[in-house]
């Protein structure tokens, strides 16, 4: 069997081959960007969860590209962490490109959006799965490229601009990354990242480790969306074609933002106090603005893209308390969030593709036209906003529950109140757009094509088992395998350095 | 006067350009040729190379340098470099490894040496190359098109 650590580069090596093969026939043969980009999609997908598999049976795997030796070649690294988002993300990309067929339609270039779809999943998988920091770096950027790229695929003025507005704040925040780096590179004579974890553990943190903390903190945090560096996020993800939207919001903010906060923080440099009790508040902050701003919006999408912003805050959240429970909250809260709220996104293309507007104030009564997207975005709805038995009450569940167990209760009732406001802003959108009377200028909507059908069903059906993560068996072999690997903190470095 | 004194810059810069725009091509494939034994690669010499076909465009204007590198085949050096390079560093599978250097290193300092990264380079330099054109053409069309629609 080849299954063996000789797949690590394929999650690579296949979303960029296949980006390449499309931008240099696509243009030829008709149906070769669908074919590719669905296949890709789907190879990665059972890869990921092959990988699965594979680490359960062999522990964490290194692969040393171009057989360089680890301290000095570039290492790619196969843990628990990484493992969990790499079935978050190509699960939720493969759903995308399925979806994609049919959306993209009505664009005219698809060849370009596959290549830069694919280059895009290509740097996500990139970033999670290197173990070296300034590959980390070269990776995220090929993603956040491709971002700007796609966000601005649509060439009207408003999608210019947030694409020009993303691409200027993107770019701040990866200079600030790339800093943060240079410096830890003067610091530690070292980029691999157990490697740098072992040598500060030797040399001590200094304060220009708290220095590289804080650009860490500003440059992630801006991929991530935290509050006070949010500002992009609103504009860029409704901009996007509705599939970017949704792989924007699903998984390039998690991936990008928030897997690289918590891989740098928790297993290079290792959390102190006043990190943690910085990165609670602040995804409070998230938490509470982004849930209260989204209540006020009528445009569909960036009623969404508000939503991204307050649920990452729980993310950081779960992250910050830093208890097991906690992360583990956090991480299945990621898992899940990427799930539900790509199905939104996608839902809320649907409707755009059949009614052609985003304003909620414009629909009314779809749900007798579009029976299945209204169903799907009721179980999204009420997965994101908390309600049992669906996956979203689970993780929030343990995120609250493990807030109240680190005496932390303000910060527990914060969670709570926002998750009302978050069942408040998805009624509203239940409301307006799919109950109530048909609209006169509604009547000859038609539901959407098949490959969109097919891909929203299967998210809502992740949504609504998703709780099933949690039984004995699945749990020990995804979530717990996830969180024991940032649960090590400062001794992630011992488990890699053998002689 | 011969056609292409019709568009483009004075006959002076016409003149220089012609007899400096071979050079300077040839300077970019030396340097890309030798990156693995002196400083430069497939990225700066990519660059220079690619100046090359854009000194011929803001000299002598676009239809010119079109007819030297078309878009089409602009675009599918880029594209085909980049697989190029994927490609050699897949075939390094062939010993075992992703991007192993799998061909002889030879001795070092000689132009036939180093392996793969020769090789490599190459592929870099098509796809700088190709796509820093690309770039340039991409400004120069949609200044053309801004102005026609002032129009």
Known sequence: MMLSEQIIPLFVVIPLAGAFLISLLGKKVKLLPDMLGVLAGLILCILSILSVRLYNASGALTYSVGAWRSPIGIEMVLDGLSVFML?????????????????????????????????????MNGVVITGDMFNLFVFLEIAAVASYALVAFGTERQELEAAFKYAVMGTVGSSFILLGIVMLYSYTSTLNMADMNSVLLQKGAGSLILFVSVLFLMGFGLKAALVPFHAWLPDAHPSAPA????????????????????????????????????????????????????????????????????????????LGLGTPLGIL????????????????????????????????????????KMPLTSTTNFLASMSIAGIPPFSGFWSKLLIIVAACRAEKFGYAFWAVLVSILTLAMYLKVIKFAFLGSLKDSLTRVKEVPLFMKLSMAMLALICLVGGVLLLPNLYGAFLQKASQILLLGAEYGAIFIKG | MSKEHQAGMSLIVKTITRLTVGLILLYGIYIL?????????????????????????????????FKKLSKGAASFLESGGAIMFLLIALSGFSGGYFFLNFINKGEPFRLFSAGIIPLCNIAISFKVGAGLFAIFVALVLLKTNSKEKER
């Not at chain 1, 928030?258 to 740098?264: D, E, F, G, K, Q």
């Not at chain 1, 990427?338 to 809320?348: A, C, E, G, R, T």
């Not at chain 2, 030798?34 to 090359?52: D, E, N, R, Y």
Request: proline share 1%.
């Open chain 1, 87 to 123: 079935v978050t993300v190509n699960l939720v990309a493969f759903c995308i490109a399925l979806y994609a067929v049919n959306y993209m339609e009505k664009f005219t270039a698809k060849w370009k959006f596959y290549t830069l779809f694919l280059l895009m999943l290509a740097g």
């Open chain 1, 329 to 368: 909250g956090a991480l299945f809260h990621l898992f899940n969030h990427s799930v539900f709220k790509s199905l939104l996104f996608l839902n809320s293309g649907a409707v755009e593709y059949a009614t052609d507007t985003r304003d909620l104030r414009k629909m009314g009564g779809l749900s007798q």
């Open chain 2, 33 to 65: 040729l030798h990156g693995h034994i002196s400083p430069g690669g497939g990225f700066a010499g990519g660059v220079i190379v690619a100046l090359s076909f854009i000194h011929l465009m803001l000299a002598y204007g676009k239809e010119m340098a």
């Open chain 1, 243 to 318: 599939p970017i939207s949704a792989m924007l919001s699903g998984v390039l903010i998690k991936a990008l933002g928030v897997y690289a906060l918590a891989r740098i923080f928790y297993n290079v440099l290792g959390v102190s106090e006043q990190l943690s009790s910085i990165l609670l508040f602040l995804g409070t902050l998230s938490m509470v603005v982004g849930g209260i701003l989204a209540l006020g919006q009528w445009d569909f999408k960036r009623l969404l893209a508000y939503s991204s912003i307050s649920q990452v805050g729980y993310i950081i959240l779960g």
